[in-house]
């Protein structure tokens, strides 16, 4: 059982990897934002430049918080990201980034956290996506009769929950399978990527949707789809600052093509930067200075904005290893436990075990959730008979040094945590 790979995010990321995928990188601008400035701008929302909805101090500090599911999402020095929410209600938990604390973001004792009255409520299954705009939490919750995704709202504290808006339903009728789920905000929309099998007479087409719709009550009709491309494998998206960034890999007639798009959200305009034959089958994107950086499952490729070629990282990967991209540093993983971290030219930095002693016994899965204040975040989750158990790791890139954060075990649908 020790022997048995490491799974990095079970079913889709196995398709990714198999049919060769990329990584996102960037540079080093996300680590220049030191703590105190993190911890300003965030605390700051009468600045002018926050209400512009530039939301400039989020993108910088969740940049590489590219994670599959969009499972964390930063604000200020306080870093939130959901467990998988397996056989019990998904929760938020929160890291305070100073001290490495970590905690459900609920401060009533003996609280379960299994309704809404609680501040570490995820909704009602799991997985849950966050994110984050003008210094607010963002999630999607799922509602049933019809089954659609709720667009929720809370404090950073955990407060002040509110339902927005639903999604509509019948684009979220894809829900049955989807390999990808992206929801951004920004303005007064929300912005919704996802991949997945599109029901059309009867029979299903492997499709991505690019949509928006309104951030306000009873909006579920009033949507702009943006793009829908047949026969897609694979997309993925991100924001920085007004651009949304897009790619969709599709496959036909065993060709693999690959396209990028930048939508303005001020202007509402769509351009096509690349479409070409590339075996490019990315789960994030990352957007740093005039480059995109594309990932999850090996290889990586970075995109110029400028002169519009892709090019994979030299990482001498093979093609199911999964990567990570943080700034000028990317985590391959290469073993159960264990890693290699090298720069951007493809030079080693580290290469070791990354779960520290305490959890090498454990049949462990992986769940990354991407990079911050020089730590690789992941969540990993092991199994026994009786309970699924979640551990949440920080890899420190100064010193290539792993440590539990946090623990938390479901049994017979009851949490232990610690
Ligand atoms: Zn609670």
Redesign the pocket.
Known sequence: MRTRLLRFVPALLLLLALLAGCTTVSEETASNEGPDQAAQTSESPSDPAQEAHGDDALTEQNRFLHGIEQRAVRIGDVLYFTDCGANHVPMILAVDLKTMECF?L?G?PE?E?KNSS????AGNAGPVSLTASQGRLYYLDTVFAPITSAVCRMEPDGSGRTEITRLNRDLESTSDGKSYSWFGIYADKVYRVFCGDYMEDANPHETAVFYSQPLEADSEDRVEELLRVENAVGAAACIDGHDLYLCVSTVQDQENRFSVYAYDMDAETMETLYSGLASCVPSTIVCVEDELLFGYGAPAFRFSLSDHSLAELPLSTNHDDVVMVGPNVVFIHSSPYECRCVDYSGKLLYEGFYVPDELRDADLTCLPLGFTDGCFFFLMESFTEESVSYHFLAFQTTDYTARLLYSLTVQNGNLFGG
């Open positions: 459900p609920c009533k609280c956290h609680c501040g570490a409520y």
